[in-house]
C-alpha cells in the first residue's frame, strides 16, 4: 500500500514570496491533515479536511495560508506571502475517518525562508 | 483541552540499556494516547497507542507504555535499546479526532 506523498520535499523561498505544498494521501483516506512542525517543537494541527470539507482550521493563520481538497482527495496547502517564522516543516497525515483512527505522516517538505 | 507534556529534550542511553521516556498529559475527557516516533527526514511513525482496555500496551519494535490514570502519565519504555532505535520520539494525546503532541524526546544510543 502506497503511504502518503507530499511535493517537494525542500523549498528555499525569500520572504514576502508564496509557496505551495501538495499531499496525495492513502488511497481511500476520508480525513486529511496538515500539520506544522517548528524546530523543537511538536507538530501543529493547521487544517483538517473530512472528504472535501475543512473540519478545523481554527490554528490556520488565514491572513496568509490558504488550503483545498478539491475532489476529496488531494490537497494544496499554499502560503502567500510568506514570513520568515513560517520556516518549518509541513506534515501531511490522512486517516480513514476522523474518529481516533491512526493517521499516517507523509515525510513532509521542509520549507525555509531567507 | 488536552496538553502534553515531555520530561527531557534529550536522552543518552547505551545499546542494551533501558530507554525511558516520559510523558504527562492533561485531558479533560478520559484520553487516547499515542507514541509516534520520527527519523530524520521521515514523517512521523506510530509506535503504540492507548484507547481502552489494557493499560499496558505493547507496539513495534519492542516498545511499550502505561497508561496511568493517576499519575496522568503514559512512559515508554524499551528493555534493551539498539542502535536503531536513535530518534525522535512524540507524545500525543486526543480527544475525538485531534492530536495535540508533546514538545518531543530525542534518543541518542552510544554504543
Known amino acids: 500500500e502506497a503511504g502518503v506523498a507530499q511535493s517537494p520535499r525542500y523549498k528555499i523561498i525569500e520572504k514576502r514570496q508564496s509557496v505551495a505544498f501538495w499531499c496525495n494521501p492513502i488511497?481511500?483516506?476520508?480525513?486529511l491533515y496538515w500539520y506544522q512542525q517548528i524546530l523543537g517543537q511538536g507538530p501543529k494541527l493547521l487544517i483538517q479536511f473530512q472528504n472535501n470539507g475543512v473540519v478545523d482550521d481554527s490554528q490556520l493563520p488565514k491572513d496568509r495560508f490558504s488550503a483545498e481538497r478539491l475532489k476529496g482527495v488531494d490537497s494544496t496547502l499554499k502560503i502567500q506571502p510568506a514570513k520568515l517564522e513560517d520556516s518549518a516543516v509541513y506534515l501531511c497525515?490522512?486517516?480513514?475517518?476522523?474518529?481516533?483512527?491512526?493517521?499516517?505522516f507523509g515525510p513532509g517538505t521542509r520549507l525555509t525562508v531567507l | 483541552a488536552q496538553s502534553v507534556t515531555q520530561l527531557g529534550s534529550h536522552v543518552s542511553v547505551s545499546e542494551g540499556a533501558l530507554v525511558l521516556l516520559r510523558c504527562n498529559y492533561s485531558s479533560s475527557v478520559p484520553p487516547y494516547l499515542f507514541w509516534y516516533v520520527q527519523y530524520p527526514n521521515q514523517g512521523l511513525q506510530l509506535l503504540l497507542k492507548y484507547t481502552t482496555g489494557a493499560t499496558l500496551v505493547k507496539g513495534i519494535n519492542g516498545f511499550e507504555a502505561e497508561f496511568k490514570k493517576s499519575e496522568t502519565s503514559f512512559h515508554l519504555t524499551k528493555p534493551s535499546a539498539h542502535m536503531s532505535d536513535a530518534a525522535e520520539y512524540f507524545c500525543?494525546?486526543?480527544?475525538?479526532?485531534?492530536?495535540?503532541f508533546g514538545a518531543g524526546t530525542t534518543v541518542t544510543v552510544r554504543a
Open positions: 488511497s481511500g483516506h476520508a480525513t
Open positions: 500525543a494525546v486526543s480527544d475525538n479526532y485531534k492530536l495535540s
Open positions: 497525515a490522512s486517516s480513514e475517518s476522523s474518529s481516533y483512527n491512526e493517521q499516517f
